[in-house]
T-cell receptor
Framework: DAKTTQPPSMDCAEGRAANLPCNHS???????VYWYRQIHSQGPQYIIH???NNETNEMASLIITEDRKSSTLILPHATLRDTAVYYC?????????????FGTGTRLKVLA | KAGVTQTPRYLIKTRGQQVTLSCSPI?????VSWYQQTPGQGLQFLFE???????NKGNFPGRFSGRQFSNSRSEMNVSTLELGDSALYLC???????????????FGPGTRLTVL
């Protein structure tokens, strides 16, 4: 199964862009990258996902390298409410079904 | 549209007992997955149910089991509880319309199980 590697923690100033990196060097060609965040032991909240192309939605942007071995989640203007643990996940598809393989996550702290 | 609901939210049991946790998916979602979250092991996949059939299973002992009903609601059961089973148990649902499609899992708030 593909695994992800993330820095354990990061700080970001409020109002600045938060760039969260993720390494998934063993990812296979049909495996999607998903990002979720978890605030204080609540259920993880979906942020964004992608396969090959860069993606953007109202919450964030996802930049995936051309070789797909790494990606970066960008929160364009971080607020205090963005303080959370961010998980980079590879979705492993097997025989018509799939499962999420969670990494250890990055604890992002947004500073006032 | 209501989100994923899990009951109970908190549970305290003693070693050797068994427990049943319940999950109601988002209306229209047919796939339900279960995860265990502990400080030491992080978030780990338990199993996935789709149309009342277990489609995928993680690396957990047979004490962990689940089922899904015709209305897509799901339950998971843990028998002969051990101290190490103390965790946050999370349920996630997805529409799972297309095999291999880009459907997204939406998580519930979790059930916090404490084993004494």
């Amino acid at each position: 199964d593909a695994k992800t590697t993330q820095p354990p923690s990061m700080d970001c100033a409020e109002g600045r862009a938060a760039n969260l990196p993720c390494n998934h060097s063993t990812i296979s060609g049909n495996e999607y990258v998903y990002w979720y965040r978890q605030i204080h032991s609540q259920g993880p909240q979906y942020i964004i996902h992608g396969l090959k192309n860069n993606e953007t939605n109202e919450m964030a942007s996802l930049i995936i390298t051309e070789d797909r071995k790494s990606s970066t989640l960008i929160l364009p203007h971080a607020t205090l409410r963005d303080t959370a643990v961010y998980y980079c996940i590879v979705r492993v598809d097997t025989s018509g079904t799939y499962k999420y393989i969670f990494g250890t996550g990055t604890r992002l702290k947004v500073l006032a | 549209k209501a989100g994923v609901t899990q009951t109970p939210r908190y549970l305290i049991k003693t070693r050797g007992q068994q427990v049943t946790l319940s999950c109601s998916p988002i209306s229209g979602h047919r796939s339900v997955s279960w995860y265990q979250q502990t400080p030491g092991q992080g978030l780990q996949f338990l199993f996935e149910y789709f149309s009342e059939t277990q489609r995928n299973k993680g690396n957990f002992p047979g004490r962990f089991s689940g089922r899904q009903f015709s209305n897509s609601r799901s339950e998971m059961n843990v028998s002969t509880l051990e101290l190490g089973d103390s965790a946050l148990y999370l349920c996630a649902s997805s529409s799972r319309v297309l095999a291999g499609g880009t459907d997204t899992q939406y998580f519930g708030p979790g059930t916090r199980l404490t084993v004494l």
